[in-house]
């Protein structure tokens, strides 16, 4: 931060009437530090010019008004430009000069503290991915991943890899960010006479819930902690709850932490769905930094379990047939999964 013009203080040259008080200020000065701090104690003024002592020695200032004979300044030495430059601290610089956190900083530090602990960022769509089963695995891989990339929690990862023309802006289209702001703006016009009234203490808040402050939130929790839930339906009357982290290789043997184990880290992804056939079925799949897969199953009902393990490596071929390299495939039964 720049101080104003009026806070730079420099040493002018002693008026005739005080030829007593003339000596080098340089030299008086040579031993001070650029930024150190000291004391002026203001001993008289005469033709807009103030008489000031500083560090033992009297030199004259030009000092901004209001200054009177005996006050006190709070100087900073600046250096010599030729002459000795003191910066004065007044009590709004000394509250400029304060670490202070801007409005956007202000309202973030807000959202974080109203996030209850431990609460996982869950993405709810508002109908089905797809209107009817899915025909081919693809499809329904292809409606996945769209909700959870076009979700807008990666929003301005997507804004910097659009200007590097590595996404579209159609893709940018679909995102939250563009589709509920236009339709806040809208809304905030129509709704603003209906829910400005007062409530109970009298108060009145004329603004609209902004649906953005939701998606804001997520984004600094997976932020801070990379996890996130989907919870809603493929296609209807077909629940999927689906919880993705990031993870660290257990193989991984460097020391100090995540820093340590930032090129190892994996990803795992838990899946609970209730199917036609098979029951309420719970899939554990880890994909390692090698990008080797590790699935394991884990059926509600055991006799779930013995028709997935008969057909398990009908599964593993085509699995590998689909271009996934695997470390393992178990099927297992645990009630407590």
């Known amino acids: 931060m720049y101080p104003v013009l009026s806070q730079v203080l420099a040493v002018q040259p002693l008026l005739d009437a005080i030829e007593r008080d003339k ?7 040579d031993h001070l530090k650029i930024g150190q701090m000291l004391t002026g104690l203001v001993k008289s003024q005469t033709k807009g010019l103030s008489l000031v002592e500083i560090d033992g020695q009297t030199v004259a200032m030009r000092l901004p008004n209001p200054v009177a004979s005996g006050d006190t300044l709070r100087l900073r030495f600046s250096g010599h430009m030729p002459q000795p430059v003191f910066l004065l601290e007044t009590p709004e610089t000394a509250a400029a000069d304060a670490p202070q956190l801007s409005k956007t900083a202000r309202m973030l530090s807000e959202i974080m503290q109203r996030v209850p602990e431990r609460a996982l960022p869950t993405l709810t769509p508002p109908g089905p991915l797809l209107s009817q089963a899915a025909a081919a695995p693809a499809e329904l891989a292809l409606a996945l991943r769209t ?15 659009w200007v590097a023309g590595q996404d579209s802006l159609d893709g940018l289209m679909q995102e939250p960010q563009n589709r509920q702001v236009a339709e806040f703006t809208r809304s905030a016009t129509a709704t603003a006479t209906a829910i400005a009234l007062p409530d109970a203490t009298g108060t009145v808040d004329p603004k609209p819930a902004n649906p953005m402050h939701t998606l804001l939130t997520q984004q600094l929790q997976v932020l801070e902690s990379p ?3 989907w919870r809603g339906e493929l296609w209807p009357g077909q629940l999927l709850e689906w919880q993705i982290r990031q993870g660290i290789d257990p193989q991984a043997d460097e020391p100090n932490g995540a820093l340590a184990h930032e090129d190892k880290a994996g990803w795992e992804s838990h899946l609970k769905l209730t199917l036609p056939q098979l029951g309420t079925l719970n899939v554990i799949i880890k994909l390692d930094a090698q990008q080797a897969f590790s699935i394991r199953m884990v059926p509600a009902q055991p006799e779930t379990e013995t028709l997935l393990q008969k057909n398990q490596l009908q599964l593993v071929e085509q699995l590998a047939a689909a271009g996934c390299t695997l470390q393992s495939v178990k099927v297992e039964h645990d009630a407590g999964a």
């Open 23 to 29: 000596v080098a200020p340089r030299a008086a000065f």
């Open 147 to 161: 909700a959870l990339v076009r979700s807008g929690l990666f929003y301005e990862s997507h804004l910097a890899n």
């Open 227 to 229: 996890q996130l839930a």
